[in-house]
């Protein structure tokens, strides 16, 4: 007879994989993020060595981290699994990934598996449904995660660091080195303060304010909600120029900017265009526009998608830059926020046994869920693409 306690303590590495057939333990596949401008990763080291403790096995493929400055070592001494294949590490009961998987990807996931990753509702196409369809996959989309008082947790923590890099990226290109304007963001005694102005008043807005008032500038916040334009006033904390949005008003605040700030975020699938064309010939030559709503559409006329590797153009003598992933230029930050966000939600998935029992007894892990066992179950995705959907409630009650 076979002693199966013996080894135990000598390959310590490999404990996890002694308590899979635990049943409250889950397989977790972390794969590398192969979108050009996606550096961020969805754990951490320090995330992993949590999960292992707690019974789960975590598969990471090689390199996934080393953007955000994660060696395969760091996921190694973990106690994680690292992997020299895409698909060993879509092979999991629980996948994690920031950008949505290509149709390639999906193929290697295991059928009725569970993926967690962002959906960039304007990137998809009908492939990408129909691919998890086939595959029988849950799906969910992270930045459409509630916590429990309603928030949007991921949303939440990217907006947080994109309003304040995104002054950080204004100061830089404002400054002579790229043929800006020659401003330091902020002001000096005896010199007038930069003048800023950030057309939207949610988390973006507050983050992007927070900073430009630290930093000495003058700021102006544009948006049609007055609870918005109130809420950001008081957790500023003083007294700040807002305005609704009209044309006159806006189009001379953007005449004396430094700075604008395109922060309002899609309500209905799609921003409007607030900032016209003519508005941005009116700015002054050399100013900067930042449009940080650029992967819903963008909320200024002259906004064209840029990269990190070519973030900038100029047009109307005005500085654009338009990257739509501005919380990857802080790549170890966001993966350290996104880490603290999903390891909780992991540990609660592995108590209950996995992603069904989650969407079964969490609303706010449900409003996630876009596909369901072969089911598209989001109603805007279906009209996008002229799709039938089923509503997600009615699948559980059927199963239960």
């Not at 794969?31 to 990763?41: L, Y």
């Not at 699994?81 to 294949?85: A, D, F, M, Q």
């Not at 500023?236 to 807002?242: I, S």
């Given at each position: 007879m076979v002693d199966l306690t013996e080894g135990i303590g000598i390959y310590p590495k490999e404990a996890p994989a002694k308590v899979k057939t635990s049943k409250n333990s889950l397989v977790i596949g972390?794969?590398?993020?192969?979108?050009?401008?996606?550096?961020?990763?969805?754990?951490?080291?320090?995330?992993?060595?949590?999960l292992v403790n707690n019974g789960q096995q975590v598969v990471i493929e090689t390199n996934a981290g080393l953007h955000a400055k994660f060696s395969d070592k760091d996921y190694s001494d973990a106690g994680g699994?690292?992997?020299?294949?895409a698909k060993e590490a879509f092979d999991a009961e629980v996948v994690l990934k920031v950008e949505p998987p290509t149709t390639e990807e999906i193929e290697y996931m295991k059928a009725g598996s569970c993926l967690i990753s962002a959906l960039q509702l304007g990137k998809q196409h009908p492939d990408f449904i129909h691919g998890l369809n086939r595959k029988r996959i849950t799906a969910v989309a992270f930045e459409h995660l509630e916590d429990k008082v309603g928030g949007m947790p991921v949303v939440r923590a990217?907006?947080?660091?994109a309003g304040s890099t995104v002054m950080l990226i204004a100061a830089?290109?404002?400054s002579s080195v790229h043929e800006g304007k020659g401003l330091i963001l902020g002001g000096i005694t005896g010199v007038p303060p930069t003048e800023v102005v950030i057309v939207g008043a949610g988390t973006v807005a507050e983050y992007a304010a927070r900073t430009a008032l630290g930093l000495g500038a003058s700021i102006k916040v544009f948006d049609n909600h007055i609870y918005k334009l109130r809420r950001i006033k008081q957790l500023?904390?003083?007294?700040?120029?807002?305005s609704t949005i009209d044309n006159y008003t806006l189009g001379q605040a953007l005449k004396e900017a430094d700075v604008v700030i395109g922060a309002l975020r899609a309500e209905k699938g799609k921003n409007k265009i607030v900032v016209s064309e003519e508005m941005v010939s009116g700015m002054m030559e050399g100013s900067i526009i930042i449009d940080v709503s650029i992967d819903q559409g963008g909320c200024i006329e002259t906004a064209e998608m840029t990269s990190h590797e070519n973030p900038t153009y100029v047009k109307h003598g005005v500085i654009h830059y338009c990257v739509p992933n501005i919380a990857s230029r802080v790549a170890r930050t966001a993966s350290a926020a996104l880490s603290n966000i999903f390891t909780p939600i992991l540990l609660q998935m592995a108590d209950l046994r996995g992603a069904e029992e989650m969407i079964f007894n969490y609303k706010w892990f449900m409003k996630g869920v876009y596909t369901y066992r072969g089911s598209l179950t989001n109603a805007y995705l279906a009209r996008k693409f002229s799709m039938t959907h089923k509503e997600l409630q009615l699948l559980l009650a059927a199963r239960y």
């Open positions: 972390l794969p590398k993020e192969t979108a050009a401008q996606e550096k961020r990763v969805v754990l951490t080291p320090e995330a992993v060595a949590l699994k690292v992997v020299y294949s990217m907006s947080e660091i830089e290109y404002l500023l904390g003083q007294q700040v120029y807002t």
